[in-house]
């Protein structure tokens, strides 16, 4: 397997590829933290990381992308890269969870995978609210991505909850439970967990499209028939 991944989901703008299968995968990686401008630094840098793999782009298997939850503008960038170039160069583009990707890290880092500990990744939203979602210790979800305040989880999280990603001390605030374990505070997934979900994605089932769990802030503009007289 032979796979590009792409991140622009949250504040990183983050590629890499992956040549091999398993544990033996040789991983070329590069990650820059981007608040924006996504897109200007996006195709330079898949440029640069496809160069130092020594890969061509037609010796591509598979794109993998997040997908969300994250940024409209920069879920829009990463689809669009990962679209085009799988259209260029025909092969399939696989959708890989943000929360998922989150989630992943944390069961590799903490060793959760081994202890069979279930973790519910989270990424910190506007006000109040978090996006949730929990996962068993081989990575399958135990409930739908959504968002929610952080507060109402108070009730809802299983004594010595696991949580990761930067939603977490939220919820420890909101909730004040002191029995809630936090695995990492990353607000964004790494590059790495991206690609190797990616690389075992099913094709027809993790689509490339984005994950939206609330309506855009910005409204289109309404026509006022008044100036229309």
């Excluded at 590059?191 to 993790?206: H, K, N, S």
């Amino acid at each position: 397997m032979r796979l590009l991944a792409i991140d622009t989901a949250l504040d990183a703008c983050s590629v890499a590829v992956l040549d091999g299968d398993g544990e033996g995968a040789r991983l070329t990686r590069a990650s820059e933290t981007l608040q924006r401008g996504h897109a200007e630094r996006l195709l330079g840098m898949i440029g640069e990381v496809m160069a130092e793999a020594g890969i061509a782009f037609s010796e591509l298997d598979r794109i993998g992308v997040t997908v969300g939850p994250g940024s409209f503008t920069g879920l829009r960038v990463g689809l669009s890269a990962a679209r085009g170039i799988a259209l260029v160069v025909r092969v399939p583009a696989v959708g890989v969870s943000t929360l998922a990707a989150l989630a992943a890290q944390a069961l590799r880092e903490s060793g959760a995978e081994q202890a069979g500990s279930a973790v519910w990744a989270t990424i910190a939203g506007r006000g109040a609210d978090v996006y949730i979602q929990g996962f068993s210790a081989d990575g399958t979800p135990l409930d739908a991505a959504r968002a929610v305040a952080a507060e109402a989880l108070g009730e809802e999280l299983p004594d010595g909850a696991c949580l990761a990603g930067n939603g977490a001390e939220k919820i420890v605030a909101a909730t004040a439970r002191g029995d809630l374990v936090v695995l990492h505070t990353h607000g964004w997934p790494a590059i790495e967990d991206v690609a190797r979900l990616g690389a075992v994605a099913d094709p027809q089932t993790a689509r490339p499209e984005p994950l939206y769990l609330r309506p855009p802030d910005a409204a289109p503009a309404r026509r006022d028939e008044r100036l229309l007289a």
